[in-house]
């Protein structure tokens, strides 16, 4: 079956890093048309950019939606992705009308520490934007609930992308 494997959580969660440690080590091909993303061997798209800062869907132009559901309704694999860019109802309802087993994983962290994390990393953000990216993060995982699979992001790294990757290979 189709799965698409999205990852949300609050800005500094650890969403891009566990996301990085989960993926495999040899990718097959970075593709950039009609939108970036890399393939691997197995038939697992990672979507979005590859790069350092705001990796991920947050890479992507901000009106890629209806492409990427469009692309979504023909590829046969597994999809994988994280990032605040198409993290949202819609784009998850199209994903669940296109016959993808979806997957919604959630790497909760306390406010205080998606705050401390982010301001360590040197990212300054507004307040209400910050608030605004955390209410739809919530709201996120109240919609899908039956689809949501919670990781605790103040565990280690390793153990956190272990258990990410375990989504990723079904066992979650």
Same mark, same amino acid.
């Given at each position: 079956?189709?799965?698409?494997?999205?990852?949300?959580?609050?800005?500094?969660?650890?969403?891009?890093?566990?996301?990085?440690?989960?993926?495999?080590?040899?990718?097959?091909?970075?593709?950039?048309?009609?939108?970036?993303?890399?393939?691997?061997?197995?038939?697992?798209?990672?979507?979005?950019?590859?790069?350092?800062?705001?990796?991920?869907?947050?890479?992507?132009?901000?009106?890629?939606?209806?492409?990427?559901?469009?692309?979504? @309704?023909?590829?046969?694999? %597994? $999809?994988?992705?994280?990032?605040? !860019?198409?993290?949202? /109802?819609?784009?998850?309802?199209?994903? =669940?009308?296109?016959?993808?087993?979806?997957?919604?994983?959630?790497?909760?962290?306390?406010?205080?520490?998606?705050?401390?994390?982010?301001?360590?990393?040197?990212?300054?953000?507004?307040?209400?934007?910050?608030?605004?990216?955390?209410?739809?993060?919530?709201?996120?995982?109240?919609?899908? @609930?039956?689809?949501?699979? %919670? $990781?605790?992001?103040?565990?280690? !790294?390793?153990?956190? /992308?272990?258990?990410?990757?375990?989504? =990723?290979?079904?066992?979650?």
């Amino acid at each position: 079956m189709r799965q698409l494997t999205y990852v949300i959580g609050f800005p500094g969660s650890g969403k891009s890093t566990a996301m990085a440690a989960a993926m495999p080590d040899s990718p097959s091909a970075y593709i950039t048309k009609p939108f970036a993303h890399t393939r691997y061997g197995a038939g697992l798209a990672h979507l979005g950019a590859n790069r350092e800062q705001y990796p991920g869907t947050d890479g992507l132009a901000l009106n890629v939606q209806p492409t990427v559901i469009k692309w979504m @309704e023909t590829f046969r694999g %597994a $999809i994988a992705a994280e990032g605040d !860019r198409l993290a949202n /109802a819609k784009f998850f309802n199209a994903a =669940l009308a296109a016959g993808c087993q979806l997957r919604v994983v959630y790497i909760d962290v306390p406010e205080l520490v998606s705050r401390r994390r982010a301001w360590r990393r040197g990212s300054r953000f507004e307040e209400s934007w910050l608030m605004g990216r955390m209410t739809k993060v919530r709201r996120l995982v109240a919609q899908f @609930e039956p689809h949501v699979t %919670a $990781i605790d992001g103040r565990l280690p !790294r390793a153990e956190v /992308a272990m258990q990410l990757k375990g989504v =990723l290979d079904g066992a979650g």
